[in-house]
Structures are given as structure tokens and as C-alpha cells.
């Protein structure tokens, strides 16, 4: 889905980059076309699924950066998983506010000076620090951005090499093949085995939202979630490796003055959900997965 003329406008306006055209990256070395291609990224979306990508809709872009829907109206993306495109570590997580116009950005460092942008999303999974594995979900896609900035849910994808912007961003290479830029259509092969089918949101349910994550190394990520309509938490452990086959995975949750509630058990997908009412009480919550565990404090008292 192409952004309309007034989007285009807006994000021009956003970023503050005009109508210029953009200033596209010198081809990169050939040692780090080697490392690009032995780091074997991937689409940013779960195996199997098809998605148009548009580096040329958006008058906000300088380089190679791509812009990716595949649904045919203006929300049909809203909430879609996106996937991280390479196994890496999150450097970023945290909405960009009145920065620049990412609003919710995940930014996964892959080594080497490699590195991937995930902006705009709805949601975001994982935390700054932790590891991920190619293919583990790290959010959603959304349209978050300036305040008063309004575009149409899509994801936001830049590949970066180095950092003297924006002449170290890169063309994405998926699957050993690099995008055939400006305009294409890809079905996804980040089918490594560790993208979780489920989200934290549809094991607790309607109406609750990620308030808090730690990650369990390569393991998986435990989830705490809020339900603000009714004052109830909730958490659970999604695993990111084994997926389908029933292993060891642990959630917990302890309401402060209140016995600590545990599910544990070998399962496919995920451990939970665990749910206790602790509006206005300080939570201690946490996980295991495979030889990872994770121990709160007491926290989130409000």
C-alpha cells in the first residue's frame, strides 16, 4: 500500500528532509557484502507471509530504507507481527517522541557495525540489552511517530552499516538476495524455527497491554501485562526455541502480601497465563525458559 500525497507531505514535514533527492550510499566493501551475506538476514515478518515493500512512496527517505504492507486498506497491517531479521542484540527500545519521527523504535545490532532499524510499530516485545534470535517476534506494526504526525500503519525497515547517516544505510539483502529496489513483492523465508506464533497479548487476552519484558537469552522472553479495566496483571513466558515440541517453561506472578501464583509445565509455545489482581500493589514476576530464568523485583506498584 502506497502512502497518499498528504503522508508523504507530513513525513517530509517530519523529518525535515524536503523534497530532495535522496542521497543513496556508496556500494558497500567487499568484505562487508561477505559479512552482509554470511549474516543471512531475513524478512522482517514471519515465515510464509507475503509483503510489498515501497522505498520510493515516502519523500522522508534518503537512502534504501523500505516501507512494508501487505494488506489493502489504510489499517488492515495495524497489529501485525514483525519479526527481528537476523539473531542480534536490541540497543534500542523505546518510543522516539518528539526526537524524529520513528515514534516506536527497536534497533537490533547484528555485529560487524551491522545493524537493523524497526520504526513505527504499534508495540514493542523486547527491552535494550537483550538478546534475540533471528525470526523471535520484537513488536508490531503500527503508526506511531510526532505528535500530530499522522501516517498509515506500515513497517519501517533500514539496514545500517556504521554510523555517518545517512550514507551508512545500506540495500536489504533477504535471504541472499538483495530487494529489488524500489518497489517488490517477497513471501518471507525467516522460517529458522524460533517465531513464536503467538503474542503476549492474545495469551492474556483482550484489554491487556506489555508494560514490562526481560529476556531469557535466546530462550524465549517473559511478558508482564496490565489490564487497566479491571486492575489485573498478567504474565507469561513465550519461548523462542522449540517451538511445537513441549519443553520446560515457567510464569510467574507475586502480588506483594499475596501467595506467589506459578504455571509450570512442559509446553509448545508458551508458559501462563498467570493472572492477579494488583491495582495500586508492587508485582514480582519472572519466567524460565530452557536454562534461562528471570526474577523481578518488587515493582510496578502503582
Request: aromatic share 10%.
Amino acid at each position: 500500500m502506497k502512502l497518499s500525497r498528504s503522508m508523504v507531505a507530513g513525513l517530509a514535514l517530519l523529518f525535515g528532509l524536503g523534497t530532495t533527492t535522496p542521497a543513496f550510499a556508496d556500494p558497500e566493501p567487499e568484505s562487508a557484502q561477505a559479512q552482509l551475506l554470511a549474516t543471512n538476514f531475513q524478512m522482517p515478518f514471519p515465515c510464509g507471509q507475503t509483503w510489498t515493500g515501497n522505498s520510493s512512496a515516502s519523500s522522508a527517505h534518503q537512502s534504501w530504507e523500505i516501507d512494508f504492507n501487505r494488506g489493502s486498506t489504510a489499517d488492515a497491517d495495524l497489529g501485525d507481527p514483525v519479526v527481528a531479521a537476523a539473531s542480534g542484540t536490541v540497543v534500542i527500545s523505546a518510543h522516539q517522541g518528539s526526537t524524529n519521527g520513528y515514534g516506536n523504535l527497536v534497533k537490533i545490532d547484528h555485529g560487524g557495525g551491522w545493524s537493523t532499524y524497526y520504526a513505527h510499530l504499534n508495540t514493542r516485545l523486547v527491552s535494550a540489552g537483550q538478546s534475540v534470535s533471528q525470526g523471535q517476534q520484537i513488536g508490531t506494526v503500527g503508526n506511531t511517530s510526532k505528535p500530530g504526525n499522522n501516517i498509515s500503519p506500515h513497517l519501517h525497515y533500514e539496514v545500517r552499516l556504521g554510523t555517518s547517516y545517512p550514507s551508512n544505510i545500506q540495500k536489504a539483502v533477504f535471504n541472499g538476495v538483495t530487494f529489488g529496489y524500489p518497489v517488490q513483492t517477497l513471501s518471507s523465508k525467516n522460517c529458522g524455527g524460533s517465531s513464536n506464533p503467538y503474542t503476549p497479548q492474545e495469551a492474556c487476552g483482550a484489554g491487556y497491554d506489555v508494560i514490562d519484558s526481560a529476556g531469557l537469552g535466546t530462550d524465549g522472553t517473559v511478558y508482564l501485562l496490565y489490564n487497566g479495566s479491571n486492575g489485573n496483571n498478567c504474565v507469561v513466558t513465550m519461548k523462542a526455541k522449540s517451538l511445537g515440541t513441549a519443553t520446560a517453561t515457567t510464569a510467574y506472578l507475586e502480588v506483594q502480601g499475596s501467595t506467589r501464583k506459578t504455571d509450570s509445565g512442559n509446553y509448545g509455545y508458551y508458559a501462563g497465563p498467570v493472572y492477579a489482581a494488583a491495582a495500586n500493589t508492587c508485582v514480582k514476576w519472572g519466567g524460565k525458559a530452557g536454562a534461562s530464568a528471570y526474577d523481578s523485583p518488587f515493582e510496578h506498584c502503582g
